[in-house]
């Protein structure tokens, strides 16, 4: 039976924590996956210079591109934003009075 204010699955007050066999196999899970990503580096490696070099060439001309793209963007916004500023100076209440 369980004291009022408490539910089956929780730990009594006077649990000490988690027992010596779940910090165990803790600790083998994490030295499992450590062993595996060591030997996952191991087999792959960093890129060599040549690839590596490759990469940054392609990353930055990917990074032009963007810009180009943004800088063509702002620019094809501004027209629009000149040629409505245009077309309201023309029909604006002055028009034809001179």
Do not use: H, I, K, Y
Request: charged share 40%; glycine share 10%.
């Amino acid at each position: 039976m369980t004291s009022p204010g408490t539910t089956p699955d929780a730990p009594a007050p006077d649990d000490p924590g988690p027992s010596r066999r779940d910090v165990v196999e803790g600790l083998a899970v994490a030295l499992v996956a450590g062993v595996a990503g060591f030997a996952w580096f191991s087999a792959s490696g960093p890129p060599s210079e040549g690839e590596r070099e490759e990469l940054e060439d392609r990353l930055d001309d990917e990074q032009d591109e963007l810009e180009d793209q943004q800088d063509d963007e702002q620019d094809e916004l501004e027209d629009q934003q000149d040629d409505e500023q245009d077309d309201e100076d023309r029909s604006g209440p002055d028009r034809g009075r001179g």
